[in-house]
């Protein structure tokens, strides 16, 4: 080949390999782009989520707050019968001692029977000694299967020992406080000041709150105009969540949280607590008798701090008190809570968020 034809072909060669690196050039930068596409698309779903698993919180916080007095109205009251005692007496279960293992069988020791020609050729001889020797081993299985039985059977008969003593412990303790129940029960029903205001604790005690609720409260019952006080720690504003929602904004790649305004969270902290108070005050008159409980008032305070002293103090938030009649007459499923309260006489300072612990702002 000529030195031209020689120069052509590489330069042809070399075309064809830089048309190569220029196609795996383009299919490099498509698949970078692609991983990138992922990537970000990943990036954007797992912030798309975090969003929405935020905002699912924020929603059942708020849920929570909406349904604090709602929820309760279809429960059945706090009643003297819910407060016995009923004895946990699973049944007896004896685990493995229950089962007896099955006696030895002869079939199993025993040798085989000679046939006709061994039997002739000393096969009886040696079946006689085999029978022997089986025998034997027979008898000192059936001797350790006895005295394995007769431990189980001590065994057993100690679980059941135990068994029946717990249940009749238990029987007992039941018993113990149900008396204790009756006695109270009487004792509330003759108008005893303790006992009633005893059970009202009892009821309080068992109304469930949202997580994080305070729980505190102290109850007082006056025989003479039949009026039962409560004094309840109501909750900071700062339960209200501070912000509406989160969405993810694809756009800037970020998460906003839009704050909810002063405003609103002062109506549905003012709303909360007036839910409390209506709350307490049907749960008590639900619970009580006529005849023992005409009149109810609740006060609600928060724990906090003076922010001019830093000494604790406990600021009155609201105050209500409602006879039983007139509250009985309240359909609370319909009712606006503020404003029910103040139809009642209630009272709250005229910003509740002026008496907050310090930092709950």
Known sequence: MSRSGNLAEWERRLAAQHREDERLTRERTRREQEQEKVRQQSRHDARQQTADEQAAVVAEQLKNLDEVLSSVLPLPPMSFDRLMATPRTPPFDPGPLGAAQPD??????????????????GGGARYKRQTAQAQARFEAAAAEHREHESHREQALAVAKAKYHGKVTEERARAAARNAYIARRQSAFAAGDAESVAWYVRCVLRASRYPDGFPRGYQVTYDPQSQTVAVEFELPPRGVVPPVRTYRYVPARDVIESPPRTDHEIRQRYERLISCIALRTLHEIFSATAPEVVRAVSFTGYLQSTDRTTGQPVRPHLLSVSAGRPVFEDLVLTAVEPAACLAGLGGSAPAGPGSAQPAGDQ
């Open 104 to 121: 030895p069988d002869w079939r199993d020791f025993a040798p085989a029977r000679p046939g006709g020609l061994r039997r002739l050729l």
